[in-house]
């Protein structure tokens, strides 16, 4: 950091600059740069700011993208040794089919855009059934959606796809250690495929929640408390539902902890998930406007901060120790707390909304291990249970409709749960959803995959 | 990359643009952008600059970001396996309480600009005790700084908050393994929200460090050699004098070397804070400057580079072997040596004041084993003496006034040193700092937090 | 994200844009910002776009460095628990000398332009043998390579020095587990300084696979997959084949697979390969601008994302089960087969290169271990030969002259092949290349390092 307000420091970089910048323009790149401002005209203004927005667009795109490292790495983490690699191989499958299911059909159903009572899967109801159209159409278009979606066509796809698979990475962890891997592979790829696009368009792509109160009482949710985290962890409680609970987790003499098997490896991916969480929130600002940009970081860690803090202590109040793993949830929960409402709260209002995650949390966490909901990572209560905390928020600090966010939060969590049960139902019926006892007891990794994750010498 | 000076690929490129460009304009977006234009007048041009500027201040933000979980990665690969998640939990903690608290009242405390004397904690001397009046005040004011910080406020605060807990997170590595939790979360958060902030506002704050020689002669330390990794070294001397060393590490029969439980750990440590010092140097340009930008990233890399080749072959010749923990400590003592300076000097001295930090950390850690100061991950070695000697190094390089880096050195280090023990004495009367001898063999996973990091199956 | 084409919404951040703009232009910058404009006169828009290419240029530089990572840790993991420390510490050393030997000359014998038959190493033909001299010729310099190279010289530096240490990477995995550490460090050495850089002068360099057909069919490779992949797999390759087998692994009883000692580790590897590609590719567009941009990040994950599929199917066929290894190579072949089209081809045939490549591992793999070239990593099949299918893909699907695409592999692959026989032969003849037998079975990290990776308590 150089001093702030050093005026005389500024003065030398600038004329540093400007005797830099002074003597060098080659003749070739004067002809070719000059077209470019004429063809303009009065837009060569925008030009700069549509790149660096765009930029901005596919670098959060990328941090996104960590984000699925950060779920693997959780997941692994926070269950047993002997399911680790069945875990990493699932979110091999589940970042893979979600980018190319989105090119195939996703990005078309969840912008429909005013075509949303039947989504266009395949081309129906006259959309185009494949990203690859855009090029024809202009993937590299300036003006793609005018200035106010600052990104070509390709730029839109890719920061959307990276978000597309969040859902199923989420049922992962919560269906983790029993799953058997066709049916998680099949039931993945529908929820990401069709599922979540679907639910996305009713908000994202124009749809009703879009339309509430003729648009003036529209559904609030910035960058997806419901929308993604919620409709994950909806999604999870069916699928959990029909799966059961882990062998030898409630037995008659209560519950029985099934111990994490590598808390740092449960820690990097928080950490990741916080770090690819800035572009997940700073990239839904759709450019680089630095107001909303600014405070959409700030928020965001500030949120996680408070959710750290706050399920620290309950957790030394509750659990009367430090548990690691509330706190890296209670990280997580300040996170889901402020995606509805990031780019609309001050900084006090994040920290309430991400302190009230944080302990929200712990409870949530304990009240679905007493009801027998057996979820390894806590993905129910995070995502789901803390994603309605999130999008109500915003009606309280934020100055959302109450009741559009509560037709919001119902419609998107029933959607996710009904579609998911019964999905994850025809596949039980058809190809069974669960390893039998001796795989379970065994671990996936051996029992389907053949190789253990870890070699002894 | 496309073949350099191809400009026949380049003009199709920019054919390509302006194809794309020319016919695209909605008029819905025309009204709005002239009217932004018109309302910027001749300072239209400064629109985009700032704009690129504050995206990079945040995309930095997430890099320095990323860097705590480096130190948390390095500090529990360095460490004994039956302390991991206390190495953990206590940096969830630190990232947490450092961001809240410099929200809270540390930003105002390091910037008082003028009324740096009473640094206005809680609105004394007329400050402001929370980040939220920035709100108010403007927190996404174009002009917030004029364009010498190219940022909105909450730009220049998430930046800096991300800088605030780096001096525990030093602190941590230098006493783990034997410090109680409590003690140190409460060490922590007052080292973060009132020791580095009123530190760093004698540099930064436009404090007396900048005004030496009339401002003529300021000391000069570009992204904190001095201000926060020399306050980090020298605070963490502080503690482990107090603390003492672990149990069985200076025994009679000489040292016994404690083995690092994880070197996979660390090394993933070490390149996230190597990937992370570019946004802690880089982003200290607090523009996106090209001149500085395109400089700072290369003596950045070059003397980190440095450092590890120069520890690789300092620890081949004194200790005989290819050490791993010591080239890896060479990178980020390259890393320290540069940070005071990575705008300042050329290629040629970043590359020699690298390979002289790589060579100082090998003999430093040595020296600090032999009189017993036992720091396990070599934190006062690395932050501490190195930091000394980057800061040092730009008066030799750079042109810094040699006597004004003294000046500063000695000032931080002391403050940093003397801050901390009385704080910690403190604590220690009131609380106690150290686990019990039991508790300290057992290991502080299973005795504080009642969980191992690893488990069997 | 907000919605997207909500005008009103969009309006509103405008306005309060316009707002915030409007006033706040104090007097001292406003002088230093006018002179900036009148210097650049007609040239004032290129300055924008300049400065956030060249913010793009070192961020991208940020990504690639993150491979280093992720190959360290994906080599790790891959190999056996008892070469661990061995193998981070041949990466460390690899990162570091590949980017100060950049700086001393690879830099200039990678672009003589024009000097190409004699690079100019040491200045030998005239060049200048040292990074240090763009600083007086204008390290910081806007029109360094006209605005079709939008980035200073350090920026351009610090971005092709990331690449240049990769091919040293690359063959580190091959020869993994039995190479002896000095051999392993002079070599890597100069390979990186200058096998690499006369190779890529071939076509980076204005060399003569860039001249082919007077330039009308100049060899195409966007970003590496013949240039970096194919050359770092065609040297691992020749030193494979000088080096031999690990023990036990080829026996009378047919091939003994030597289990990866951590498969999160590895994982976490190409998980962070993946990110860094972005960089990797999206950067080598060399510029911000918004339409090739858009296209390479898609291209990029798309072709990533197939090879994950079909690399996933094909195991399960072929090997009959749901392979992870595989899978993660798969996607690492997908990477490696779009590398040289990003910018050229469609969605579709990205689907198509990057599946096909997929596939094309499986059996590659599988082919060389049958040959008895035993490659722990697969790195010979990933980079080497999906490099030659990455290449010529660009005839058959992005217009690429075929004929030429088959000369720029042919010669690269051969001069990779013929340069590192004869050294590691030369190496071989004088020092041993091989650990003893002894070493190889008791494990390099103790014998080598005198400490293992992992501690027990």
Redesign the interface.
């Known amino acids: 950091?150089?001093?702030?307000?050093?005026?005389?420091?500024?003065?030398l970089?600038?004329a540093?600059?400007?005797m830099?910048?002074?003597?060098?323009?080659?003749d070739?790149?004067?002809a070719?740069?000059?077209?470019?401002?004429e063809?303009?005209g009065?837009?060569?203004?925008?030009?700069?700011?549509?790149?660096?927005s765009?930029?901005?667009?596919?670098?959060a795109?990328?941090?996104v993208?960590?984000m699925?490292?950060g779920f693997?790495?959780l997941e692994?983490g926070l269950t047993?040794?002997?399911n680790?690699?069945n875990i990493?191989?699932k979110?091999?499958?589940i970042?893979?089919?979600?980018?190319?299911t989105y090119?195939a059909f996703g990005f078309n159903t969840h912008?429909p855009?005013g075509d949303w009572i039947i989504p266009n899967i395949f081309g129906i109801a006259g959309g185009q059934p494949?990203?690859?159209d855009l090029?024809a159409g202009?993937?590299?278009?300036?003006?793609?959606?005018?200035?106010?979606?600052c990104?070509?066509?390709?730029?839109?796809?890719?920061f959307?796809?990276?978000?597309a698979a969040t859902a199923a990475t989420i049922v992962s962890g919560a269906v983790a250690e029993r799953i058997k891997?066709g049916s998680f592979m099949l039931f993945s790829l529908i929820l990401v495929a069709f599922g979540y696009t679907i639910a996305g368009s009713w908000?994202?792509?124009?749809g009703f929640l879009?339309q509430l109160g003729g648009?003036e009482a529209?559904f609030y949710d910035?960058?997806?408390s419901t929308v993604v985290h919620g409709f994950g962890g909806a999604a999870a409680l069916a699928c959990v539902i029909l799966l059961g609970a882990r062998k030898g987790k409630y037995t008659k003499d209560g519950i029985r902890p099934i111990?994490?098997?590598?808390?740092?490896?449960a820690?990097?991916g928080v950490?990741?998930l916080?770090?690819g969480w800035?572009?997940f929130n700073?990239g839904?600002?759709?450019?680089?406007?630095?107001?909303?940009?600014?405070?959409v970081?700030?928020t965001t860690?500030?949120a996680?901060?408070?959710g750290?803090?706050t399920s620290?202590f309950t957790s030394m109040i509750v659990l009367r120790?430090?548990?690691?793993?509330m706190?890296?949830n209670g990280?997580l929960a300040g996170l889901v707390s402020i995606t509805a409402g990031a780019?609309a709260v001050?900084?006090?209002s994040a920290?309430i909304m991400g302190g009230i995650g944080g302990i929200l949390v712990v409870f949530s966490i304990l009240f679905f291990d007493k009801i027998k909901i057996d979820d390894p990572v806590g993905a129910i209560s995070v995502h789901g249970v803390v994603g309605i905390w999130g999008t109500i928020a915003v009606a309280i600090f934020g100055g959302a409709n109450f009741v559009s966010q509560v037709i919001g939060v119902v419609a998107v969590y029933a959607f996710a749960f009904i579609f998911s049960f019964i999905v994850f139902f025809i596949i039980k019926l058809i190809m069974g959803v669960r390893v039998s006892e001796e795989e379970e007891v065994e671990?996936l990794d051996v029992a389907?995959?053949?190789?253990?994750?870890?070699?002894?010498?």
């Open positions: 950091m150089i001093s702030r307000f050093n005026l005389t420091k500024w003065m970089v600038l540093l600059g400007v830099t910048l002074a003597p060098v323009m080659a070739d790149y004067k070719g740069y000059e077209e470019l401002i063809s303009q009065e837009y060569a203004y925008a030009f700069d700011f549509f790149t660096v765009m930029l901005w667009t596919v670098i795109a990328a941090m993208f960590i699925h490292l693997a790495t692994a047993q040794k002997k680790t690699v990493l191989f979110n091999v499958w970042i893979s089919i979600g980018l190319l090119a912008y855009c494949w990203i690859g090029n202009g993937g590299d278009n300036f003006g793609y959606g005018g200035v106010g979606l990104m070509t066509a390709y730029g839109d796809f890719i959307q796809a990276m978000f891997l908000h994202w792509g124009e879009n648009g529209a910035f960058a997806g111990l994490p098997h590598s808390l740092p490896l820690a990097v950490f990741l916080f770090f800035f572009g700073g839904s600002v759709l450019s680089a406007a630095p107001g909303p940009l600014g405070l970081f700030t860690a500030l996680a901060a408070a750290g803090v620290i120790k430090p548990d690691l793993s706190a890296l990280l780019d001050g900084v006090w920290v671990g389907e995959h053949g190789v253990p994750a870890y070699g002894l010498d």
